[in-house]
């Protein structure tokens, strides 16, 4: 009966080592490539990330490429005004420039950051304000997300003129000498009268007052003097 014994105990598989580590290799293996697997997804999503941030970028630049371009054209024709002795007030308040090269202004600036030309811009209902939408030039790419190759980001972004001055008291003019009566002078001849000279005007800015006297050599007034450009929250 020992002998017996002996052999069927001698018959039966015996567990070790090897057998628990051939048990176990599936499972390594699975577990590597769900692993793999995540970490291929988590690369997509920061690819997308990067192209989504790259497209942000270029919708900033583009609005703000269009409000820079209308504060531009503002500051051109408040002087303009000023020097014929126009009406000034609504160039200063913001109201009369044009948003076709605004707009245009944009799209170059969405094509020098990534982005496609073929951007929309909307002037907003308030003077000076642009909302630009644009697509980024390159698509996330191939991966293991079906369909991310030909997947193109978007992004949107706001951006207004606003005036930093208002007209504020203006100077008397300068009371015109009298002169000694002399020989009648001969009459003028007939056509358009002499432009008058600019008279100057003083602003209220946001940093306080500014007198522009544009018959003074040397007067410069620039756009940032006049406007500010921000990002709309």
């Not at 697997?37 to 583009?62: H, I, M």
């Not at 190759?149 to 009371?175: F, I, N, S, Y």
């Not at 009459?187 to 940093?207: E, F, I, K, S």
Request: some cysteine; charged content about 15%; proline content about 10%.
């Amino acid at each position: 009966m020992s002998a017996a014994a002996d052999g069927g105990a001698a018959g039966r598989p015996v567990a070790g080592p090897a057998r628990d580590a051939g048990q176990a290799f599936p499972l390594y293996v699975t577990a590597v490539a769900a692993l793999l697997l995540l970490a291929l997804a988590f690369f997509v999503v920061g690819r997308a990330g990067a192209v989504k941030n790259g497209a942000q970028t270029a919708a900033d630049a583009a609005a703000l490429a269009a409000a820079q371009d209308y504060r531009e054209q503002l500051r051109a024709g408040f002087l303009a005004a000023l020097g014929a002795g126009g009406d000034w007030a609504g160039w200063l308040a913001g109201t009369g420039a044009q948003t076709g090269p605004a707009c245009r202004a944009a799209a170059a600036y969405a094509g020098l950051n990534d982005a496609r030309p073929d951007i929309r811009c909307d002037p907003g209902e308030a003077p000076g304000s642009f909302t630009v939408t644009v697509t980024s030039a390159r698509p996330v790419g191939r991966s293991v997300v079906p369909g991310t190759e030909t997947r193109h980001a978007k992004a949107t972004a706001t951006a207004e003129v606003a005036p930093r001055c208002t007209a504020g008291p203006q100077p008397a003019p300068a009371p015109t000498p009298t002169a000694a009566p002399t020989r009648q002078p001969s009459p003028a001849p007939t056509g358009t009268p002499a432009p008058q000279p600019a008279q100057p005007v003083t602003l209220t800015c946001d940093d306080g007052p500014l007198v522009i006297d544009l018959q003074r050599a040397g007067a410069v007034v620039k756009a940032t003097d006049l406007f500010t450009v921000h990002l709309a929250d």
